[in-house]
């Protein structure tokens, strides 16, 4: 019998990885020969949930979504990002057929179909000043949007200039009840920072969270690497415990109050699956020092 790769954590708390189909992490997540098209099913036998993230790239096909749908249990959920078209090339001007299309598509998922992430680019500065700072115009944007698609399924909004962190778009998201994306990203504030703010960064029924980190940086550590084997996502290879206790102490009273998704990007700390049961662990030890 294989053993679990997570420890019993509570019903409250879903944990799962940003993609399933790293083939990076054959023989330290996925057995050596397990085939490509039995990955999905395996991870769904340790995970209760997954962000797809190729599905910025590009809309799934309602085939694609059809096997995604026969490889998991029922109870499994699909968190997706939404198609970079929407929230990058065109930034909501013209998204209501993208929009459709994406929903139709990925109704085929039934009740696995799950928070729905609309990822937004980050704003520099030299590219404009008061659109970095404010966000005014990305706010009047998404206002329009949500107005015409606020209801049509669990959305989630993710931004990455922390400036923007500011009533105007917190209430905003409140008022439709989709929640602001908790990120741990090297631009953006942890949760215990955002649990000062003016406005509860809590702004929907769920609360989501993405342990991003910081692509260039990781990029730069396995490229340090003297083997290449040696350069693949299959360890941790960046000490995040402490950082991690943080988010743990931090999401204590959250889960009381509503469900919690948390997704592992690889450039966190080097191997997804491992960071989520760093994560699983100490969630664990504190408990148990509670």
Not at 66 to 72: F, I, N, P, Q
Not at 103 to 128: M, N
Not at 189 to 196: A, C, D, F, I, S
Not at 222 to 238: G, K, M, Q, S
Request: charged share 25%.
């Amino acid at each position: 019998m294989v053993e679990r790769w997570l420890p019993d954590l509570p019903g409250n708390l879903w944990l799962g990885t940003s993609s399933f189909s790293w083939a990076d992490w054959n023989g330290c997540f996925y057995p050596d020969q397990l085939p490509e098209s039995e990955r999905l099913g395996y991870y769904a036998r340790h995970f209760p949930t997954v962000e797809i993230d190729s599905s910025f790239y590009g809309i799934p096909s309602r085939s694609t979504v059809s096997r995604w749908a026969l490889k998991t249990p029922e109870s499994f959920v699909f968190a997706l990002k939404m198609p970079k078209e929407l929230t990058h090339d065109t930034e909501l001007a013209e998204p209501d057929a993208a929009t459709a299309k994406f929903l139709d598509h990925t109704s085929l998922l039934g009740p696995r179909r799950g928070p729905l992430l609309l990822q937004f680019p980050y704003v520099a500065k030299g590219k404009d000043a008061d659109e970095y700072e404010h966000g005014y115009r990305f706010t009047e944007r998404l206002a329009d949007w949500l107005e015409r698609w606020g209801g049509h399924a669990p959305w989630v909004v993710e931004v990455r200039n922390a400036t923007w962190l500011r009533p105007r778009l917190l209430e905003l998201l409140r008022a439709h009840q989709v929640p602001l994306a908790l990120t741990a990203y090297y631009t953006m504030p942890t949760l215990r920072r955002l649990q000062h703010l003016e406005s509860d960064p809590l702004t929907g029924p769920f609360a989501y969270l993405r342990f991003i980190g910081d692509h260039r940086r990781m990029d730069a550590l396995l490229a340090e690497c003297e083997e290449p084997a040696d350069r693949r996502f299959n360890r941790l290879v960046w000490d995040r415990e402490d950082e991690l206790r943080g988010w743990v102490d931090a999401l204590l009273p959250v889960i009381t109050r509503m469900r919690v998704y948390a997704y592992f990007n690889n450039h966190y700390g080097g191997f997804g699956p491992g960071s989520a049961r760093l994560f699983a662990d100490l969630w664990r030890q504190i408990n148990d020092l509670a």
